[in-house]
Structure formats: structure tokens, C-alpha cells
């Protein structure tokens, strides 16, 4: 009973978790409630057995306890008189009766999720909501993934709580017209943690492939709930980045690049995984940002070797992604795939103009891709005044290392030409 | 609940015609949300050259021309209006005309208990 208890408990708080929040209209008291639920099922079950729906049961007693709460405390706040009188006229049945009669329980989780990345909460406010109230990650370890104080995490978590109850920010999935709009944010958010963890620096970087591993968990459960075209895309392009995971930093931490990368340690299942949603994306005929970009990082997956990517389906790629995402760095990204297809003079005339327009002057990746071509066009001292600028303009470890390295090939192989 | 919109913008953007037919397009939508259930109140504000600010500090009250604080957009109106969450709120901040150049500011109302229910001797007309 206990291994059972435990099980539930493990696998099911989330989901019913929203469930209550639904019923009680707040974060802590639902999870204080559904806790106690949880007690009072450790004492009874042993000796009642198992209620028919152990779920239904949790979420009945939690709403009771709820109220226990709400009347112990005399927390009459507004709201709280609504819930007191709305659940009082169940409170003489038998708890465990009315949710029991249900055979399912509705999943909540998607309005979990909408509240939580609500566009009035700022982005590190939603980030940190969804991680521990949808994902139920403990606040230590938020803080620690994102490298924060606990104390820092733990009142961005207050301040979207106290913000959702006092602004009134709905418990609800968005009405369709604003759904594309909310949706986007909620992508956002989940593809923000995935970055986070995929782009570990030195250190912490065990607990922040976690990170990425709990994006994709959540585009998952995203998925499940709402089959929207761009959250396919967004999970394809998780699972077929994260697929290069292993691949992409040698012993010490230190980056390799995609073209340079051990492609056999690279997670073949998981980019079938992402090749099949990706095909899924693709036949609904909505080609949206996430979705082009899951198709780039798609044509590099199928390439059995660097030298046989195909780089004209790439640019191909990008001019979509730019009409549909307009943006400097999605530029610059062409660039790079135009100088693959027609040589390295072909992209440094792009990059050039890119950088005439000022936009990109700070970005390190920019001065970083004009020294390659540079380099590869065997304009060693172009290439080494672009590498010491991008040096400057990174503050990231593992880039630093990267580009330093390159200065010292540079200046080891002289002036060769090679690509 | 109740929310207070207020509505910034900068003031000299405005030419005559364009401040006149923003009247309009709010007195329409005042009336959309009286049938809606969700109107209480709502006003275009003077000019920010016309405000004055006041302090009481140590008993002695301070008297200063102008705004609270200068800023590039200013204070040019609000709306007080009934909705079920802040979505709806949102949905209504959308159709104020401020919007389109300025910034609607959204603030939920702390709902005080005892307070009276009307002012005695001076009813909106």
C-alpha cells in the first residue's frame, strides 16, 4: 500500500495538483491541501484499502482540507468567502462521494500551464512558476540550474503567485483567438529552459542538461494536451538538438562544432523521435518558427557527414524562417549556410552588410563567423582582428576557450588556405 | 473585479481633430460597456500643464506646479470598469484608442470593505 501510495504520489501530484488549484483558486493553499491529502491517505488506506479513484478521492479531500485551511486560519480574504460558501453545500456529504462518482478527472495541467506563462508575468517569472508548479521541480533546485540565490528564485515564485491572485490572471486555457498569441509565450518559456540547460557552461553543467531534459519533458506533456503544429515543431527541435548533446563538448568542457562532431555519438533514437514529429509538423502545412528551424537542425541529422549536408535546402530553410521570423541573427545564420553552398566570399559579403547595418555590432557570433570566412579565405590578419573582437564581446567560458583556440590555429597554420 | 485603466500618452502628438474623434470612438466604447455590464466610470483628462502637486509635511503643505513626475507620456485619462479577470480586463484596454500610440496601464482595485456607498450631494450627470 505504501509502494502504491508512494507511486501516486510520485507520478500523479502535478496533474492533480492543478486539479485542485482549480477548485481552491491558489497555488500554496492547493498544495498545502493536496499535501494533507496525501497524510490522510497514508493513515486510511492501510486499513480501508484503496478508494475505487484514488484521484477523485485525493482531490475531494483536498478541497476539504483546503477549507479546513481557509477556516483555521480565518484567511476571509475575498475569494475566500466564494470558495467557503460554494464548497460548503458539499461539505455534508461524504467527502470521498462526490469526486468519486466521476470516472475521469479533467487534466488541468494545460491551464497549469497558460496561468504559469501568462504574457503579464515577466519571462523569468513565468519560467520559474512553470518549473515548480507544472514541473514540481524543488526551488533549490531552480536556483541552482539558473545559477541564483534560492532566496532570489524563491521570491520571483512569490511575486508570481501574489501577482496572479491580486491581477486576477485567469486559471483558464486562452479563447481561440488568443490562443496562437498565448501559445507563443508558452513556447517561449519551455524553449527559454531548454536553452538554458543545452548551453551549460562549465561547473553546473550536470544539473542543467536536467534543464534540458525537463524542457523536453514539457513539450511533451504540452503535446499531449494541446497538438498544435508549433509545439510539434518545438519538440523536434529539443529532441534533435539535444541529440547532439554528447557530441558537442570534448573532455574538458570545451565546444565542438556541429561540422567537427563525433556524428556516431550522436542519440539516434531521439532523432527519429524528433524526425517523425517533425514530418507531423510538417503535414499540417503551417510552417511556423519553431517548425523550420526543428527542419534545419533536421537536414543536419540526416547528413551521415559534414561534408554531405545539403546546404542549399538550408538557405532554402532560413529565407522561410526570415519571412515568417524576421531578425538579424536568423540573417546571420543564412549567411553562414550561403557561404556552405557557395563558397566562403559568397557569405562574407552578406556577413558584411549584416554588420554594416549596426545591429549586430555587439554580438560576438557575428565577428566570430566574419573571422571564419576570413580565415578560410586565408586573410589571416582580417580573421585575427575579428577573433579578438568577438573575444571581447563574449563573457561565456566555453566561448572564450573556443575562440582562443582558433586564434592559435590561426597563427599556427600561417596563412594556408583551407576550408 | 474591478480594475483602473489609465491611459498614457504623449500629449502633443495629438492635433484638435484627432483629440476630438478619440473622444468619440471612447464615448462608444463607454457605451458598450455600460450594456456589457462592465462600465463604472471613465474621463479624459486637462493637460498635464494643468496639474498641480501637493505634500503635507510637518503640517506645512507644499504647493508645486505640474505632474508628479515628468515623463515622456503623460496622464491622459481613465477608465474604472467591472471584469471577470485580467484577460477581459486586456480585451478592454485593446479598444481604447489611447493604445494604438500610447500605453494602457492596467491596475487591479484593492476592494475596501466600509466604505460608503455614494457620494450624498453630488451625482454624476
Known sequence: ?419 | MRYLLTIYTNEDDWTADEREACMEESRQLCHALAEAGQFIDAAPLHPVATATSIRVRQGQTLVTDGPFAETHEQLGGYYLIEAVNLDAAIGIAQRIPGVRRGTVEIRPLVLLGGMPSKNKHFARG
Open chain 1, 1 to 419: 500500500m505504501h509502494a502504491d501510495i508512494d507511486a501516486l504520489y510520485r507520478n500523479e501530484f502535478r496533474r492533480l495538483f492543478a486539479t485542485v488549484v482549480r477548485l481552491v483558486r491558489d497555488f500554496d493553499l492547493a498544495e498545502d491541501a493536496l499535501h494533507d491529502a496525501f497524510a490522510v491517505a497514508i493513515q486510511q488506506w492501510p486499513q480501508t484499502g484503496m478508494p475505487q479513484n484514488p484521484g477523485a478521492w485525493l482531490i475531494s479531500t483536498a478541497r476539504f482540507k483546503a477549507i479546513d485551511r481557509l477556516r483555521r486560519t480565518a484567511r476571509l480574504e475575498l475569494g475566500a468567502d466564494a470558495l467557503l460558501e460554494d464548497t460548503a453545500g458539499a461539505a455534508s456529504d461524504d467527502p470521498a462521494m462526490h469526486y468519486e462518482q466521476q470516472q475521469e478527472i479533467p487534466d488541468d495541467r494545460l491551464r497549469l500551464i497558460f496561468t504559469c506563462c501568462h504574457p503579464a508575468l515577466a519571462r523569468e517569472i513565468q519560467v520559474a512558476l512553470t518549473l515548480r508548479e507544472v514541473c514540481g521541480l524543488a526551488t533549490e533546485d531552480i536556483a541552482s540550474a539558473f545559477l541564483l540565490q534560492g532566496a532570489t528564485l524563491a521570491q520571483r515564485l512569490v511575486r508570481g503567485k501574489a501577482k496572479i491572485r491580486a491581477a486576477g490572471i485567469p486559471y483558464e486555457v486562452p479563447a481561440a483567438e488568443q490562443l496562437p498569441e498565448r501559445l507563443d509565450a508558452v513556447l517561449a518559456a519551455v524553449y527559454l529552459v531548454f536553452n538554458e540547460g543545452y548551453h551549460a557552461s562549465s561547473g553546473a553543467a550536470l544539473t542543467r542538461a536536467d534543464l534540458a531534459e525537463e524542457a523536453i519533458r514539457l513539450g511533451h506533456l504540452l503535446l499531449e494536451l494541446l497538438p498544435d503544429a508549433e509545439v510539434m515543431g518545438l519538440v523536434a527541435l529539443m529532441l534533435l538538438h539535444d541529440a547532439r548533446r554528447t557530441a558537442r563538448s570534448g573532455p574538458n568542457g570545451e565546444l565542438i562544432l556541429l561540422e567537427e562532431q563525433d556524428r556516431a555519438l550522436w542519440n539516434r533514437t531521439q532523432i527519429d523521435a524528433g524526425l517523425a514529429l517533425l514530418e507531423r509538423a510538417l503535414a499540417t502545412r503551417e510552417l511556423g518558427a519553431y517548425t523550420l528551424q526543428a527542419a534545419i537542425a533536421a537536414e543536419h541529422a540526416r547528413a551521415p557527414e559534414a561534408e554531405r549536408t545539403d546546404w542549399g535546402r538550408i538557405v532554402a530553410l532560413y529565407q522561410l524562417l526570415l519571412r515568417a521570423n524576421p531578425s538579424p541573427v536568423i540573417e546571420l545564420n543564412r549567411a553562414i549556410a550561403v557561404a556552405m553552398r557557395d563558397g566562403p566570399a559568397a557569405g562574407l559579403a552578406l556577413v558584411d552588410s549584416l554588420l554594416e547595418r549596426g545591429e549586430l555590432t555587439q554580438y560576438h557570433l557575428a565577428h566570430a563567423t566574419r573571422a571564419d570566412l576570413h580565415r578560410r579565405l586565408g586573410n589571416v590578419n582580417a580573421a585575427r582582428e575579428d577573433y579578438l573582437r568577438a573575444l571581447k564581446l563574449t563573457r561565456q567560458e566555453p566561448q572564450q576557450r573556443f575562440l582562443m583556440m582558433r586564434l592559435q590555429a590561426l597563427e599556427a597554420a600561417g596563412a594556408t588556405n583551407k576550408r
